[in-house]
T-cell receptor, first 116, second 115 residues
Framework: AQSVTQLGSHVSVSEGALVLLRCNYS??????LFWYVQYPNQGLQLLLK??????LVKGINGFEAEFKKSETSFHLTKPSAHMSDAAEYFCALNGAGGTSYGKLTFGQGTILTVHP | DAGVIQSPRHEVTEMGQEVTLRCKPI?????LFWYRQTMMRGLELLIY????????DSGMPEDRFSAKMPNASFSTLKIQPSEPRDSAVYFCASSPQVDGVSGYTFGSGTRLTVV
């Protein structure tokens, strides 16, 4: 079985501050990991993905994430928050192979609020 | 590329009525996924198709739910009869490959309200 846990359902930062959204996963096979962003009344948009290449992955809008196998983590960061980053962020796992092949399992989401 | 297209964007129906949600995936994408999003349960995978064939429907909550993909460019999710607890946002997503390595492209969703 595979699972994704996002630590903190709400994160609040000031504009210009570091953004850190936490994601831990559980998978019996090497995972593919993703971060998605959802703006109000919209679908999910892919921010970045890890597919067993470089462990530090850069995505759109200045976001990046680091895959740490020893910690089973894939935390999302951005050095300086913008007001436009306010949204809900989802971490997702795709177990490469096995019965979960091709199926994304999502975390519960983290709502990011950015204060002026 | 118009992306994944879902219709309608909003649907309000009375309990007991049949509801049909529609999805047009990105041309050339071989896999299609239906998700449901609620505050209580988050994002739940209902069913997914590869090359128009249903691969895993274990997430379909009840026999009231059914999904079809008659061709590579169209899929439907039907609820019959609908109940208030079916109220949610339903997303369709497509992917070039069944392994999902490329990630999914999501549609804008259909917000279903059953009264």
């Amino acid at each position: 079985a595979q699972s994704v846990t996002q630590l903190g359902s709400h994160v609040s930062v000031s504009e210009g501050a570091l953004v850190l959204l936490r994601c831990n996963y559980s998978s019996s096979v090497p995972p593919y990991l993703f971060w998605y962003v959802q703006y109000p009344n919209q679908g999910l948009q892919l921010l970045l993905k890890y597919t067993s290449a470089a462990t530090l992955v850069k995505g759109i809008n200045g976001f990046e994430a680091e895959f740490k196998k020893s910690e089973t983590s894939f935390h999302l960061t951005k050095p300086s928050a913008h007001m436009s980053d306010a949204a809900e962020y989802f971490c997702a796992l795709n177990g490469a192979g096995g019965t979960s092949y091709g199926k994304l399992t999502f975390g519960q989401g983290t709502i990011l609020t950015v204060h002026p | 590329d118009a992306g994944v297209i879902q219709s309608p964007r909003h649907e309000v129906t009375e309990m007991g009525q049949e509801v049909t949600l529609r999805c047009k995936p990105i041309s050339g994408h071989n896999s299609l996924f239906w998700y449901r999003q609620t505050m209580m349960r988050g994002l739940e995978l209902l069913i997914y198709f590869n090359n128009n064939v249903p691969i895993d429907d274990s997430g379909m909550p009840e026999d009231r739910f059914s999904a079809k993909m008659p061709n590579a460019s169209f899929s439907t999710l039907k609820i019959q009869p609908s109940e208030p607890r079916d109220s949610a946002v339903y997303f369709c997503a497509s992917s070039p490959q069944v392994d999902g390595v490329s990630g999914y492209t999501f549609g804008s969703g259909t917000r279903l309200t059953v009264v």
